[in-house]
């Protein structure tokens, strides 16, 4: 098993229903995404998948995102833009893009320097 990973980042505001403290909230982060993707394969010139392709449908994944109120984006209209629901939503949306020989394995979403959530599937 082969696996990649690129990173990227972008700032957007968020505020969690529901919480009891600041993070309730308006507030921003400038957010740092990593995603990691793995193949079973190399394809025909010995890559899992270029580096440049995988970072750029990461940046079109987050575009939406990026200089936005979280809470105006479905699906945070309806759920809380979390870290964690975050991370789900960027790993579905990503695999959706990917070509069947290759699949995302995680994605983990920082708030900051000291604080991120991964998601994964077994």
């Avoid at 870290?83 to 695999?95: C, F, P, R, V």
């Avoid at 069947?100 to 604080?115: C, D, G, I, L, P």
């Amino acid at each position: 098993m082969f696996e990649l990973m690129v990173d990227t980042t972008f700032a957007a505001a968020h505020q969690l229903r529901g919480y009891k403290g600041k993070c309730e909230q308006m507030h921003g982060h400038n957010w740092k995404i990593q995603a990691h993707v793995v193949a079973e394969k190399l394809n025909d010139i010995d890559i899992a998948m270029d580096f440049h392709d995988l970072k750029e449908l990461l940046n079109e994944v987050i575009a939406p995102l990026d200089h936005s109120f979280l809470n105006d984006i479905f699906p945070f209209t309806e759920k809380n833009p979390s870290s964690e629901n975050i991370a789900k939503w960027i790993y579905d949306s990503l695999n959706k893009k990917l070509d069947e020989h290759v699949q995302v394995s995680a994605v983990t979403v920082w708030e900051s320097e000291t604080a991120a959530a991964t998601y994964y599937e077994d």
